[in-house]
């Protein structure tokens, strides 16, 4: 009888495809739990206190350090050496602008091709002069080398009162971000289909957000740049405050999951909200509320940016 009343529903044809959609649903989700903690796992291996924010904060002092390498971040086609540079500082220093920290100095890591040509090194230099000189930064060091490909690898040093982290997020409070999130993502995919973007692209010319954090640091509760996607990154900030999200309003893929975006995710107390509305305006950074930090657990619903099988 069960087996009569299901087929008229579905026939077999229908069945089959609902099976395989439903395979390949749990098996995406799995694989991306799987990679995505990869990451996860080798962190753990040196866990201790200083570890689990955008940088490390040792007596007034903040240490961050990321890798931008061709290939992996960028290719040479999309953008100039000008743009590689100065973009791998903006990333570098997004992490201590997101911590309320003010950078000071630079340590640079640069493994440059040996068909590189002195033309080539200046648009370097200048993209990491240049914002470097913008946000007050003095490059002290680093390393060269020879190597395959473009490969950049930065240490900033900030100095910090109170630092914005991760983990001090509380259940009932606002969680917002700034600005727009899904340009970068929209622009990339561009990239790799062989197109051209903007020179003004989010992707290439990004846009951090200290004077807003400046602003408004004594009513943040915790805070973080979205580097990998709203997603990924509020899954971040959920193992971090030991929160989950109740949502206000519907975030599509395309703007959750869109990595590199270098805007702020906060959280602050409901009493605050108009208060941070005003200052967000006076910094002419949209501010964008959309959940609630409860006590039910979160699942990311992005795959890995960093590690992929």
Not at 10 to 23: A, D, G, P, S, T
Not at 102 to 120: D, G, N, W
Not at 280 to 289: C, G, K
Request: charged share 25%; glycine share 6%; proline share 2%.
């Amino acid at each position: 009888m069960f087996q009569n009343v299901f087929l008229k529903c579905y026939n077999v044809r229908h069945f089959i495809l609902l099976l395989v959609n439903v395979y390949l649903s749990v098996y995406s989700l799995v694989k991306g739990f799987y990679t995505l903690n990869l990451e996860n796992y080798f962190i753990s291996l040196f866990q201790n206190k200083h570890i689990g924010d955008d940088g490390a904060v040792i007596d007034g002092f903040v240490y961050s350090k990321d890798a931008f390498f061709e290939n992996v971040h960028f290719k040479t086609s999309w953008m100039s050496y000008y743009q590689i540079a100065s973009k791998s500082m903006f990333v570098n220093i997004s992490d201590a602008i997101a911590m309320n920290a003010t950078p000071k100095y630079a340590l640079l890591s640069v493994a440059m091709p040996s068909c590189i040509s002195k033309h080539e090194m200046k648009d370097l230099a200048d993209g990491f002069k240049d914002v470097a000189a913008k946000f007050g930064i003095q490059i002290i060091g680093g390393d060269t080398i020879s190597n395959i490909k473009l490969d950049i690898t930065i240490t900033i040093i900030s100095t910090v009162q109170k630092p914005l982290l991760r983990n001090t997020a509380k259940v009932g409070e606002v969680i917002a971000y700034t600005g727009t999130l899904g340009k970068s993502a929209k622009d990339l995919k561009r990239l790799l289909s062989g197109g051209k973007i903007h020179k003004r692209s989010k992707f290439v010319d990004i846009q951090l957000r200290d004077t807003f954090v400046r602003n408004t640091q004594r009513f943040l509760t915790a805070g973080m740049d979205i580097s990998d996607g709203l997603f990924s990154d509020l899954n971040k900030l959920s193992e971090s405050s030991k929160i989950g999200y109740k949502f206000s309003r519907c975030i599509g893929k395309n703007i959750g999951c869109s990595g590199e975006e270098y805007e702020m995710l906060i959280s602050f107390s409901p009493r605050d909200i108009k208060t941070l509305k005003r200052r967000a305006l006076q910094s002419r950074t949209p501010l964008n509320i959309f959940a609630r930090a409860t006590r039910n657990r979160y699942i990311n619903r992005c795959k890995s940016h960093h590690f992929k099988r």
